[in-house]
């Protein structure tokens, strides 16, 4: 048999937007460029006024901001 997966469809900027302040730990690791640290990192610094902020959190320059911001809201 093959097992079927229940989860969300993979996470692609084209989807729904993830809302930066309520967005749980695994939402944020399946966005390409975030891992657990970062991902750490950003649940430590909500509340967040917008998901521009997250050029303040550690570990995401420019580059992987650039990368990422289209998966928020």
């Known amino acids: 048999?093959?097992?079927?997966s229940t989860s969300t469809p993979p996470?692609?900027?084209g989807n729904s937007k993830l809302d930066i302040n309520n967005a749980s730990e695994k939402q944020l690791e399946d966005v390409?460029?975030?891992g657990p640290t970062i991902a750490g990192r950003?649940?430590?610094g909500?509340?967040?006024k917008s998901a521009d902020d997250l050029k303040n959190v550690k570990g995401i320059g420019d580059i992987r901001y650039g990368k990422i911001r289209s998966y928020f809201q």
Do not use: N, S
């Open 32 to 34: 390409p460029g975030i």
């Open 1 to 4: 048999t093959i097992a079927r």
């Open 46 to 48: 909500r509340p967040f």
């Open 11 to 13: 996470l692609t900027p």
């Open 42 to 44: 950003i649940i430590a």
